[in-house]
């Protein structure tokens, strides 16, 4: 089993000609309200890979239909929690010129209670992974707890907070960045940079970096390896770290080496960017089989 304690957000998206400006009033005739958040996501990602995902969090009271949704791609809602505060969400504001707009509102997301995370992570069992992204709060506490308790912990600390990310790299088994979060963490201001200093300054780390277009790296002191990305016409990457590490995670769960888990990850977002949207554009795994099997 994997435990996600992860986000969940409502995606309001409005169509515009120009963002609002001050003091305007503007009327948007097109209106998409979207289930994400990296955290939602990466469960979704996990659960069409094949993985038991247990997802902790929590929604406000009355959105009963974000949990069916959740439920319906295959994720175990059990520990998603019904609460007073606002479910979290995002006003994304779209022009035509394709530029967005964004105001975020955690809400229950950052509700997190150190009394329940105790009482989750006592009922994991040995074997048993914890992730985590950096949308929800007690993150660290988290981490350390569920390393006292001997789980395995990959983390993905996006947004990026490098303090806070730092004060974790001891007790995460895995860290998922993408090349923007290593140069941040690295302090770097290149990739190639990000791609030498980060094992030099954290040896003993074992961490996947996703390179775009360009594929994954995976170090961790012993090994070094590669994974290029698959060339596919990309119409739209959102979701594609999310769907990268659901199906890399996946794999990795169930037994099989890094570099085969990665060519796993690597071929489920490949699938991904090549459809508009981000939860729905994560394909299951039959789809990754059969497109690894062209
Ligand atoms: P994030 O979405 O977190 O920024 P990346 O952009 O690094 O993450 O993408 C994650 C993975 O998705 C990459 O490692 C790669 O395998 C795949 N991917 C992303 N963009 C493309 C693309 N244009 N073509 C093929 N694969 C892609």
Redesign the pocket.
């Given at each position: 089993t994997i435990y996600n304690f992860g986000s969940i957000n409502l995606d309001h998206l409005y169509q515009l000609d120009h963002f609002v400006r001050p003091g305007e009033t503007m009327a948007s005739d097109s209106y998409q309200c979207l289930l994400g958040g990296k955290g939602a996501n990466q469960s979704v990602a996990l659960a069409k890979a094949g993985a038991q995902v247990k997802h902790v969090g929590a929604v406000n009271s009355l959105d009963h239909a974000i949990l069916s949704e959740l439920k319906d791609y295959g994720v175990n809602v059990e520990l998603v929690e019904y609460i007073d505060t606002p479910t979290g969400h995002a006003i994304i504001q779209l022009t035509k010129a394709a530029e967005n707009s964004i105001i975020l509102y955690s809400g229950a997301n950052h509700c997190l209670e150190k009394s329940r995370i105790d009482v989750i992570l006592n009922g994991a069992e040995k074997g048993d992974w914890v992730l985590l992204q950096n949308e929800t709060n007690l993150v660290d506490y988290i981490v350390i707890e569920a390393h006292k308790k001997g789980l395995k912990v990959a983390f993905?600390p996006?947004p990026m907070d490098v303090e806070l990310t730092k004060s974790v790299l001891p007790y995460i088994a895995l860290l998922i960045v993408?090349?923007?979060?290593a140069m941040d963490l690295a302090g770097v201001d290149s990739i190639d940079a990000a791609e030498k200093a980060l094992p030099e300054q954290y040896p003993d780390l074992a961490v996947l970096m996703?390179?775009?277009?360009?594929?994954?790296r995976y170090f961790d002191g012993d090994d070094n390896l590669y994974?290029s990305?698959?060339?596919?016409e990309?119409k739209d990457?959102?979701?594609?770290?999310?769907?990268?590490i659901g199906f890399t995670m996946s794999a990795i769960l169930s037994g099989a080496n890094i570099q085969d888990a990665m060519k796993r990850?690597?071929a489920a977002?490949?699938i991904?960017?090549t459809r508009i949207g981000a939860m729905i554009a994560i394909p299951d795994s039959k789809e990754v089989d059969d497109f690894l099997s062209t």
């Amino acid at each position: 089993t994997i435990y996600n304690f992860g986000s969940i957000n409502l995606d309001h998206l409005y169509q515009l000609d120009h963002f609002v400006r001050p003091g305007e009033t503007m009327a948007s005739d097109s209106y998409q309200c979207l289930l994400g958040g990296k955290g939602a996501n990466q469960s979704v990602a996990l659960a069409k890979a094949g993985a038991q995902v247990k997802h902790v969090g929590a929604v406000n009271s009355l959105d009963h239909a974000i949990l069916s949704e959740l439920k319906d791609y295959g994720v175990n809602v059990e520990l998603v929690e019904y609460i007073d505060t606002p479910t979290g969400h995002a006003i994304i504001q779209l022009t035509k010129a394709a530029e967005n707009s964004i105001i975020l509102y955690s809400g229950a997301n950052h509700c997190l209670e150190k009394s329940r995370i105790d009482v989750i992570l006592n009922g994991a069992e040995k074997g048993d992974w914890v992730l985590l992204q950096n949308e929800t709060n007690l993150v660290d506490y988290i981490v350390i707890e569920a390393h006292k308790k001997g789980l395995k912990v990959a983390f993905n600390p996006a947004p990026m907070d490098v303090e806070l990310t730092k004060s974790v790299l001891p007790y995460i088994a895995l860290l998922i960045v993408n090349e923007v979060e290593a140069m941040d963490l690295a302090g770097v201001d290149s990739i190639d940079a990000a791609e030498k200093a980060l094992p030099e300054q954290y040896p003993d780390l074992a961490v996947l970096m996703t390179l775009g277009s360009d594929g994954v790296r995976y170090f961790d002191g012993d090994d070094n390896l590669y994974v290029s990305a698959f060339k596919v016409e990309a119409k739209d990457t959102t979701a594609a770290g999310d769907t990268f590490i659901g199906f890399t995670m996946s794999a990795i769960l169930s037994g099989a080496n890094i570099q085969d888990a990665m060519k796993r990850g690597c071929a489920a977002s490949a699938i991904c960017v090549t459809r508009i949207g981000a939860m729905i554009a994560i394909p299951d795994s039959k789809e990754v089989d059969d497109f690894l099997s062209t």
